[in-house]
């Protein structure tokens, strides 16, 4: 476990693919690094068996879209060798992720919701979960991805105002140029931010939720909203 005598932490966001982690919590990434924790973005998977984008093959791609947008962000990227077609939460993977997870020993993690349309976000979800310690080790947060489209039934329990870093969110994701990111910005992730903004009265947010808040372990260093807020501020 990191040492917190400086009052920084150590957060661990881990997504399926490039760009997941930026969809769902760009925002919360920035302002983290931005007041001075440490940010490791992990991606269980960069490529198709035998698929190129262009003249390169897809990893070499998007592992380089991903370095960049790590950049944006402040955070440092962690890449495992997954192909999508082969990435399941069984045993060995299970094994390789938690050996991972030990080494970096993070203050808290964070990963996707585990109700998703995408076999390899579950699987992410999954891989996380089996990981993760009732009693000990860190606390465990959950993040959305394309809202009612992929991550289905999300509840929310808390709101990030992501205003001031909307813009390097947007950068970040604009990174990954291999995925059309001006189209799914527009068709999911503003809509996605609006929706939730006006769910806690702002006007973009993020949204997460807590599995629970572990007393041997710290929480998410950043001002959270609720829909309780929101609610307050209408009477």
Known sequence: MANRDNGKMRVVVFGAHPD?????CGGLITMLTQAGHEVIVGYATCFRRGRQIGSEPEGVV???EAVAACKVMGATPKFFDYA????TADPAAV???SAWLDEVGPHIVVT??????????HATSSLVWQCYSKRNGWNLYLFEVETDVQSLGFVPQLYLDIGSVREAKKA????????DPEEIWERFHDPM?????RECGVTYA????????KESCPLLPVAFLSRADRDSQMD
């Open 20 to 24: 997941d982690p930026e969809s769902g």
């Open 62 to 64: 998007r592992r380089r």
């Open 84 to 87: 999508h077609d082969d990435l």
């Open 95 to 97: 094994r390789c992720v």
């Open 112 to 121: 996707g919701w585990p109700f998703d349309t995408h076999p390899n976000h």
């Open 172 to 179: 970040a994701l604009w990174c990954h140029a291999s995925q």
């Open 193 to 197: 931010h609006r929706r939730r903004g």
């Open 206 to 213: 993020e949204a997460y939720y807590l599995v629970e808040a």
